[in-house]
């Protein structure tokens, strides 16, 4: 929602893990990694089997650290590819994982979005169609969720109390102040 918003009042936004799955499917490189590495069960009639792939992963730490070094540095280099080619004033990339992923050095501002566990939880199994169990399971295979703001420039609130909208154009008004004082530097 709140990248929805950011796209709204003209920001390109990048969504790291559509993508991600976009490339998993279409790049012929990943496509041979993830196949040799899980089997070619990873792939029913061209697509890519999260059903399968999740099963494996969420399961074993060490499967998910093996996956996200094939999928993350593909990921990470057509995101920078995407992001220099962007000529607003700024733009987004909407991603899960770019503390995991160690991308977070790539970008000048982070904003974390916030919203109370149990939210995430309802919110995840709704979009996804997702077990709660299932949800979980991924959630304890990220970073913990106040150690990931704490390490955000700013935080939106997500929980339904707080509006969203307001918060999102106190953010985009300062990022277009930054933009304005960093072309005044050059």
């Known amino acids: 929602m709140v990248a929805k918003i950011f796209a709204t009042l003209g920001a390109p936004v990048y969504h790291a893990d559509a993508r991600a799955k976009e490339l998993m499917e279409s790049d012929p490189k990943l496509i041979e990694q993830i196949k040799t590495n899980f089997s070619e069960k990873a792939y029913l009639n061209g697509k890519l089997n999260t059903a399968f792939l999740s099963g494996i992963v969420f399961q074993d730490k060490e499967k998910l650290r093996l996956l996200n070094s094939i999928v993350h540095p593909s990921t990470i280099a057509d995101g920078k590819e995407w992001m220099?080619?962007?000529?607003?004033?700024?733009a987004i990339k909407e991603a899960a994982l770019i503390f995991e992923s160690g991308s977070q050095t790539e970008y000048d501002f982070i904003i974390g979005v916030h919203a109370p566990r149990?939210?995430?939880?309802?919110?995840?199994?709704?979009?996804?169609?997702?077990?709660?169990?299932?949800?979980?399971?991924?959630?304890?295979q990220q970073l913990d969720e106040s150690m990931k703001m704490k390490l955000c420039d700013v935080i939106i609130e997500n929980d339904d109390e707080k509006m969203l909208i307001p918060q999102v154009l106190e953010i985009h008004q300062r990022l277009l102040l930054m933009d304005a004082e960093g072309k005044k530097n050059d």
Not at 84 to 90: C, M, P, S
């Open 118 to 140: 149990s939210m995430r939880i309802l919110r995840t199994m709704k979009r996804d169609n997702a077990e709660r169990d299932k949800i979980i399971e991924r959630m304890e």
């Open 84 to 90: 220099n080619r962007q000529k607003t004033a700024y």
